[in-house]
């Protein structure tokens, strides 16, 4: 496993719920009204949730593929046309087991909850042959456009039904197995989850569970069926964090954004920005690498010192593919080579077509990454009064 140095940059503030609900299997006449039972109906009014997500390949992937995170030139398509695709950057790329989110959300209280939209009620029934529940209100969740590779927060509703097994240890506690019904059905099935009761009459609910209907090998380890079409998660990667100081793509950060600029070491001579100018000589290196025209010979992988070796030597009359004189690019008077520094101000294309730069502003190439996702959830519920 290969672990990118942005893997832990997709901290968002997000909330994916799948909660349920139980009822006992007790032979007293009114269970309802025992302490401990789980009978009757109750609302959601706190949640933990900790969520891993991690990069994992399909079985449609090679061992050793990647996620490429890149960026386009937002004035690419108007300046290069059909070649637009040239001036797209490689920002990094995510290997499998790569994390993608690691954090707990808390939901403390009910305003907590009613804050993100949250309203669950499940209702616990006591049958003749089959225990079930319904679970019914509205929750929140992460949703990805496939087309688009955008995963953003929705609060659909849920209606889910399903039957449920109950085993007392105590009047107070025991351990509860959820199995939802055939569908659609957003709460996971798990088995053994621990329950608690307290307060007066038993009228709170703690109920403690892992979902594992995301994770391809944890899934079906417990004993449940793996179906890669319906339960493979993916997360959509179309914005970054971005530096509130100099406006650029960062690692970390709070803001996110899909457009920015981009900054780097290697961009000193033009401020640290990726430059009209410093873009054009990095692709005017690749092009005179091409032809043979210039070799690397620090031997350190880069040809840009090269390139503009070379358009010193050949500065008067010197001009770049796309027409631009060597004499805007770079200067020398007799001792020291400069490079010209663009990055003042933003490229427009008006200004670009009259032979100036710029810092560039680039938008994220989206791209759709499938996961492995475990949640563990705590969530504690109140008994309405019947």
Same mark, same amino acid.
């Given at each position: ?31 309802? @009204? ?95 042959? @089959? ?96 179906? @890669? ?158």
């Amino acid at each position: 496993m290969r672990t990118s140095r942005w893997s832990r940059l997709l901290f968002l503030p997000l909330v994916l719920m799948v909660l349920g609900s139980s009822c006992p299997t007790d032979d007293d006449d009114d269970p309802v @009204e025992e302490a401990g039972a789980l009978v009757g109906m109750w609302d959601l009014i706190a949640l933990n949730a900790d969520y891993n997500r991690v990069v994992a390949l399909t079985p449609a992937h090679t061992a050793g593929d990647s996620f490429s995170v890149s960026v386009r030139w937002d004035l690419a398509p108007i300046i290069l046309g059909v070649d637009s695709a040239q001036a797209d950057l490689h920002l990094f790329a995510f290997y499998e087991g790569d994390v993608l989110l690691d954090t707990l959300v808390a939901l403390p209280t009910p305003a907590h909850l009613a804050a993100l939209g949250v309203q669950l009620t499940g209702n616990f029934l006591e049958g003749d042959t @089959e225990d079930t529940y319904t679970l019914s209100g509205t929750y929140p969740t992460l949703r990805t456009d496939m087309e688009t590779c955008r995963t953003a927060l929705a609060v659909p509703s849920i209606q889910d039904a399903g039957s449920y097994e109950m085993n007392y240890i105590t009047e107070s506690s025991g351990f509860l197995t959820i199995t939802p019904s055939a569908g659609d059905q957003v709460l996971p099935p798990f088995d053994n989850a621990p329950v608690t009761f307290s307060g007066t009459d038993g009228n709170t609910l703690q109920l403690d569970f892992t979902d594992l209907d995301a994770h391809d090998t944890l899934f079906p380890a417990a004993g449940h069926t793996w179906v @890669e079409a319906d339960l493979r998660g993916t997360m959509g990667v179309a914005d970054l964090p971005i530096d509130a100081t100099t406006g650029a793509f960062a690692e970390t950060g709070a803001t996110l954004n899909d457009t920015a600029y981009i900054m780097s070491a290697e961009l000193a001579a033009w401020g640290g920005y990726m430059t009209f100018y410093a873009l054009t000589i990095f692709g005017e290196a690749k092009y005179l690498a091409l032809a043979g025209l210039i070799t690397d010979a620090a031997g350190d992988g880069s040809f840009v010192d090269d390139a503009i070796g070379y358009m010193v030597a050949n500065l008067i009359g010197g001009m770049t593919q796309s027409l631009l004189p060597y004499s805007v690019l770079v200067s020398f008077d007799g001792t020291t080579v400069t490079v010209t520094n663009d990055s003042g101000t933003d490229a427009t294309v008006a200004g670009i077509l009259l032979g100036g730069g710029g810092k560039l502003k680039f938008v994220v190439n989206a791209v759709c990454v499938p996961i492995n996702e475990v949640i563990e959830f705590e969530s504690t519920w109140a008994k309405m009064a019947m």
